[in-house]
């Protein structure tokens, strides 16, 4: 079982790049999927969330309008769109994925409720 980010790189304020998060040895499809990201120097911080069951989509304020998540079920893949990019979306970006129950209904946003994770890809927006 693992899952396995990528797609970061260096791009300029205002550029885009889509993050993938790709499974191996389970089907996304039964799993809520997070995406994070952790700056130098900060703690990790929740960025967008999609559930398993209805599509649900939540997004960080600090993204909202900005990134867009969305599911291909058939390459069992997760993707993060980020657009319109800020210096200060800098960081490793890391996919998380879990399946259980969860009592809180914002339990997406809290990295430690997360079963599995990706490896993290860099982003770094930078003139």
């Known amino acids: 079982v693992q899952l396995q980010a990528s797609g970061g790189g260096l791009v300029q304020p205002g550029g885009c790049l889509r993050l993938?998060?790709?499974?191996?040895?389970?089907?996304?499809?039964?799993?809520?999927i997070g995406w994070f990201r952790q700056a130098p120097g900060k703690e990790r911080e929740w960025v967008s969330y999609?559930?398993?069951?209805?599509?649900?989509?939540n997004y960080a304020d600090s993204v909202k309008g900005r990134f867009a998540i969305s599911r291909d079920h058939a390459k069992n893949t997760v993707y993060l769109q980020m657009n319109s990019l800020k210096p200060e979306d800098t960081a490793v970006y890391y996919c998380a994925a879990d399946g259980s129950l969860h009592a809180s209904p914002a339990w997406y946003k809290d990295k430690d409720e997360y079963h599995y994770w990706g490896q993290g890809t860099q982003v770094t927006v930078s003139s």
């Open positions: 999609i559930s398993s069951s209805d599509g649900r989509r």
């Open positions: 993938s998060c790709a499974a191996s040895g389970f089907t996304l499809d039964y799993y809520a």
